[in-house]
């Protein structure tokens, strides 16, 4: 019985060595990465400062309300590449080799070195679908209120917009690319126009505006009048619609689908598709976020096999430089694999599925032929 605990005691002792080695790698490497897209960012915003009002403290507060979102962005690579120098390290000092002599095997290792990133994973989660979006509405609600006083953007109720005596709700925006312009398309749209004594006198819905490249249109209108004489209806299939909206200043004031929570991408998702509209972008961006984790710990996995070879008579450089050689290749794996779900009308659950199954049983591959 005292062998028995005793055995189960080194067991968890080694775990911790190898959990606590990744541990510290991944945390120094998450720091640089997340503090280098941080500086980067903020020197950019750099060039903005004196522009419609825009200040330095502007500058500054849209780098830490956007930090949460890289941090959350850099945790894969950081994941990936602390994982290789934490083993690598092990490796280095001969401690890898001991506990292979002592019979533990590299599954085990690995296995050791990918729990400490799923107890990570888990809080990095939570910050991806709360502070992340929170910090990039701020951040897109900032810089809309510095191009436009007469714009605002609202978390539920949509874009709000000022124009002259007319008031714009559009409850939602997505970008649409023509001969490689962006374009903003407005869903779900009310425009309330409003007499000089301030009573309404017309009101319209149109299920969609577009900027055509000289003025926008409504589509599938449906209009009010109120005068003395009570109200009338029609209804139009397209009309022209004159307004001041910038369209330029709109299309850069969306927020990306991968930039939203979960929570938004799925009820953007069914209101795209309850008015019979496509929702591709927002289920491919739904979908990589909910295999997010997955496509971590995969990747993390099938990057200890190098800590087993060549990795032992390398340096710090030589593990850096295969780990963002991994980082690099596994990204255009899963943006080829999602583009061509994209073109070929796959689903973007198996699009987004398919690098981590590949990965996945590359790594069964490894680690049965060398148990």
């Known amino acids: 019985m005292t062998l028995s605990l005793a055995g189960m005691f080194n067991i968890k002792r080694v775990d911790r060595l190898v959990a606590m080695s990744v541990l510290g790698s991944l945390l120094m490497v998450w720091l640089v990465l997340t503090g280098f897209d941080a500086v980067t960012q903020f020197l950019r915003q750099l060039g903005s400062v004196g522009k419609h009002g825009y200040t330095l403290s502007n500058a500054v507060v849209y780098v830490l309300v956007t930090f949460p ?10 994941a990936l590449i602390g994982g290789l120098l934490g083993l690598g390290g092990l490796a280095g000092t001969g401690e890898l080799t001991a506990l292979r002599a002592a ?13 400490v990133v799923a107890v990570l994973i888990v809080g990095v989660v939570i910050l991806g679908e709360t502070a992340a979006p929170w910090g990039d509405q701020q951040a897109q609600a900032m810089q809309l209120r510095m191009k436009s006083g007469d714009l605002g953007m609202g978390t539920n109720s949509g874009l709000w917009a000022r ?4 008031i714009i709700n559009a409850r939602g925006t997505s970008l649409k690319q023509h001969d490689g312009v962006s374009s903003v398309q407005l869903s779900d749209v009310r425009v309330f126009t409003f007499g000089n004594d301030g009573q309404l006198d017309r009101f319209e819905w149109a299920k969609t505006a577009e900027h055509d490249g000289n003025q926008w249109v409504l589509h599938d209108v449906r209009s009010t009048t109120l005068d003395a004489r009570g109200t009338h209806a029609s209804t139009i299939a397209s009309q022209p619609w004159q307004s001041n909206l910038n369209s330029q200043v709109l299309a850069q004031s969306v927020i990306q689908p991968q930039y939203l929570s979960m929570r ?5 998702i069914r209101y795209l598709e309850s008015n019979g509209q496509s929702a591709g972008s927002y289920a491919v961006a739904f979908w ?3 295999l997010y984790p997955l496509n971590v710990l995969v990747l993390v996995l099938c990057a200890m096999p190098f800590a087993f070879g060549a990795l032992r008579s390398g340096g ?9 050689l991994l980082a690099i290749a596994w990204y255009f794996l899963q943006q ?13 659950l198996l ?17 049965r032929r060398i148990a």
Do not use: H, Q
């Not at 979102?69 to 950081?78: H, I, P, S």
């Not at 124009?163 to 007319?166: F, I, Q």
């Open 316 to 324: 710090l450089g030589k593990r850096m430089f295969i780990g963002m």
């Open 103 to 115: 019979g533990m095997s590299r599954l085990r290792i690995a296995g050791s070195a990918v729990g």
């Open 351 to 367: 699009a987004n599925l398919l690098p981590a199954s590949i990965l996945a049983l590359a790594a069964w591959l490894y680690f």
């Open 264 to 268: 938004d991408l799925s009820r953007n």
């Open 288 to 290: 990589g976020r909910a």
């Open 69 to 78: 979102r890289r941090a959350y962005e850099m945790f894969g690579n950081a």
């Open 163 to 166: 124009d002259g005596n007319t």
């Open 336 to 348: 080829a694999m999602v583009n061509f779900g994209t073109v070929y009308g796959l689903s973007p």
